[in-house]
């Protein structure tokens, strides 16, 4: 157990749905991080928070959104679902370099697994 | 948090031999690189990290080398087990306070018995 938390494990929904995952971070982090692992384009950057804050966006659709609360759980949303957004969704969450003497390690939960039909 | 099914390059090596993963990175600004493994049903585990001022670093079982020169990053397994199975990730840094990590396209590992 990685201490990152994520729920659900697995979804299956029908294209033009809504669905929320969410995660919990390790105890004590402040970031979240979330990535997308499809089969062809390996591990993609999405979003990051820091504290409740969006730090950084990578590729993430206009139809996905994501949020940091104050108790730093955090929920990704992806709306009007298309059969190309199956994939898994990874947590990640880590203490920020800037914060710590070390380099920026993201600790990763299990994932979600998205299939969209 | 499976990974089985991505279309990755795979390595084959016999239980016992030593395994090397090899990785090209794409920001010369990067300032430390780090390992991920992830084992079928799981998500990306650190294995080891090392800085852009470093050549090498050791681990258990594991050596990273970094060649800023060409921009290639290597993890070498020693005495490659079973265990070792899995996919491997090498990941850059993009230094900034919104720092983020770029990763590779990943390497399937498969040790023989």
């Known amino acids: 157990d990685s201490g990152v938390t994520q729920t659900p494990k697995h979804l299956i929904t029908a294209t033009g749905q809504r669905v929320t995952l969410r995660c919990s971070p390790r105890s004590g982090d402040l970031s979240v991080y979330w990535y997308q692992q499809s089969l062809d384009q390996g591990l993609q950057f999405l979003i990051q928070y820091y504290n409740g804050e969006e730090r950084a966006k990578g590729n993430i659709l206009e139809r996905f959104s994501a949020q940091q609360f104050p108790d730093l759980h955090s929920e990704l949303n992806l709306s009007s679902l298309e059969l190309g957004d199956s994939a898994l969704y990874f947590c990640?969450?880590?203490?920020?370099?800037?914060?710590?003497?070390?380099?920026?390690?993201?600790?990763f939960g299990a994932g979600s697994r998205l299939t969209v039909l | 948090g499976e990974s089985v099914g991505l279309h990755l390059p795979t390595l084959s090596v016999q239980e016992g031999d030593n395994s090397i993963i090899n990785c090209a990175y794409s920001n010369s600004a990067s300032d430390y690189f780090i390992w991920y493994k992830q084992e079928s049903g799981k998500g990306p585990q650190f294995i080891i990290d090392i800085r852009s001022n470093m050549d090498k670093r050791q681990g258990q079982r594991v050596t990273v080398l970094l060649n800023k020169t060409v921009k290639h990053l290597s993890l070498q397994i020693a005495a490659t087990q079973p265990g070792d199975s899995a996919v491997y990730f090498c990941?850059?840094?993009?230094?900034?306070?919104?720092?983020?990590?770029?990763f590779g396209t990943g390497t399937r590992l498969q040790v023989t018995l």
């Open positions: 990640a969450s880590s203490l920020p370099a800037f914060r710590s003497s070390g380099a920026n390690v993201l600790t």
């Open positions: 990941a850059e840094n993009w230094p900034g306070t919104a720092s983020k990590l770029t």
